[in-house]
């Protein structure tokens, strides 16, 4: 293949340190990289000569770099970006790290390894990035018209087995259970750190088919849940980039049912918080259409709710009734017949509490306060004490009923429960919830009982 030089013609420092660290001479490189190539159906001729122009700052075309990185990440034992190898030439620059829906299973892997490693860096880049709608939406077009990926077996690097993605879901759970209790601030470090220390080295590995479905599968479900965690600790822009990362690995995983979850739950959900009405239909609508008859009546009725509230965003109190009330629909066929091996585990936290907390959000967005509070209350009465997050939210969207019903001595004292469960927990999206409560509090300001509400808030904040 022909060669491009890269800016300036600069020797290539970060490919001659991995060449160094992997203990690979030049020839070495090339015959592995050969080999890495034709498993990809590539006819590649390279030898010590290639690599020693790579080394003066030449860059192969097409796919080769990435084939390169792959190779020296088998010899290491680790996955290698193109990056680190001082070959992106432009196309991995970290504004664009995570946002793309790649097109091969490599790549994908190549894009999820590289944000993880850019989150633990704590790399300026991913602080503070705002979320572009058209990275939501794009993706879920790539997943809705993709198929899932041919092969994603691997035979090169440490063998992966049943263990060890037993293992990562027996994390996931773990981490899940203690995000729930205390909040993602406590916890999300440790999950990024996972991700970037242990199943990169697993997605790197060699795993048979089987395996390497169920490792992906794995990872994507930990994947989304660093994206909520990072909306949970203030950071939407971040959790975009993860959201369409564990879109891409649901897609390598074969599994149609959690690439929807991940459209409804999670992406619609941060549109929902940055007030992108359409988009959450939009993403919801792609969810069902791109899992009809595929997945069980407790997931449809999850990506029912999901549209209900974009529609109930954008004020359509009509098409909000209609599309609510499939949802309720779906959840009575989940409870009245399904067996419970019917359900994946990434849904089963999503029953009748979760449903009538989507519904309460619906009707206070569309101002009917009265159904709001009388669905608030089913959601209280069925998240159980561990799910202390989900309570706070419950309370907070009772007193906003009742604050639209003048109700405003209940309001504030309903309001003092939730900040009272949010003060065991680090958890930054409570805290916009409770904002909000004392916005919508504002009118009535000078009442007694708002500014001791509003006292214990600052007091809580201090």
């Known amino acids: 293949m022909a060669a491009r030089p890269l800016v300036a013609r600069q020797p290539n420092e970060r490919l001659q340190a991995l060449i160094q660290e992997a203990g690979c001479s030049n020839a070495g490189l090339a015959r592995r990289v050969n080999l890495c ?22 860059q192969p075309r097409g796919r080769a770099p990435a084939v390169i990185a792959e190779a020296l990440g088998r010899k290491l034992g680790r996955s290698v970006t193109i990056d680190e190898i001082g070959m992106a030439n432009g196309k991995n620059l970290a504004s664009g790290v995570g946002l793309m829906f790649a097109p091969t299973v490599l790549g994908a ?4 390894c590289e944000l993880w490693r850019s989150d633990v860096g704590r790399r300026d880049f991913l602080n503070g990035s705002a979320v572009a709608a058209s990275a939501l939406v794009e993706p879920s077009r790539d997943w809705l018209i993709s198929t899932s990926d041919a092969q994603v077996a691997r035979t090169a690097g440490p063998r992966v087995g049943d263990s060890d993605v037993a293992a990562v879901r027996a994390m996931t759970r773990a981490l ?13 470090p440790v999950v990024v750190h996972y991700l970037n220390s242990v199943v990169s080295g697993l997605l790197a590995g060699s795993y048979p088919e089987t395996v390497g479905r169920e490792l992906f599968a794995a990872s994507a479900r930990l994947t989304e849940l660093a994206g909520y ?35 409804a739950a999670s992406m619609s959900h941060l549109a929902a918080q940055l007030g992108n009405p359409r988009e959450i239909a ?52 989940a409870t009245g017949q399904e067996d419970a091996d019917d359900n994946p585990d990434w849904i089963e936290h999503f ?45 907070v969207l009772l007193a906003t009923a009742h604050v ?28 916009e919830y409770l904002e909000d409560l004392q916005e919508r509090l504002g009118p009535f300001r000078e009442e007694a009982v708002v500014r001791e509400f509003g006292a214990r808030l600052e007091l809580q904040a201090a």
């Open 404 to 431: 639209q019903q003048r109700e405003i001595e209940q309001a504030c004292h309903t309001g003092l429960q939730a900040v009272e469960l949010l003060s065991t927990l680090r958890s930054n999206r409570g805290a």
């Open 229 to 263: 965690m990072a909306v949970d600790t203030g950071q939407p822009g971040l959790a975009q980039r993860y959201y369409i990362q564990a879109l891409r690995l649901s897609q390598a995983a074969g599994d149609r049912g959690y690439g929807g979850y991940v459209l």
């Open 176 to 188: 899940v259970d203690l995000d729930h209790q205390y909040g993602s601030g406590q916890v999300r």
């Open 282 to 333: 939009q993403l919801a609508r792609a969810a069902q259409e791109g899992t009809r008859d595929r997945v069980p009546p407790r997931v449809e009725a999850m990506f029912y709710a999901a549209e209900a509230r974009g529609h109930a965003l954008l004020g359509d109190a009509r098409r909000t009734q209609e599309v609510a009330g499939r949802a309720v629909e779906a959840m009575e066929r």
């Open 109 to 112: 892997i190549e894009q999820v």
């Open 37 to 58: 190539g034709a498993e990809h159906g590539l006819d590649l001729r390279y030898d010590k000569t290639s690599v020693a122009r790579w080394l003066r700052g030449q």
């Open 351 to 395: 029953d009748e509490a979760y449903l009538a907390d989507e519904l309460a959000h619906c009707y206070r967005d569309l101002g009917q306060a009265e159904a709001s509070a009388r669905y608030a209350r089913q959601a209280l009465a069925g998240h159980p004490e561990s799910r202390a997050r989900r309570r706070a939210i419950g309370y």
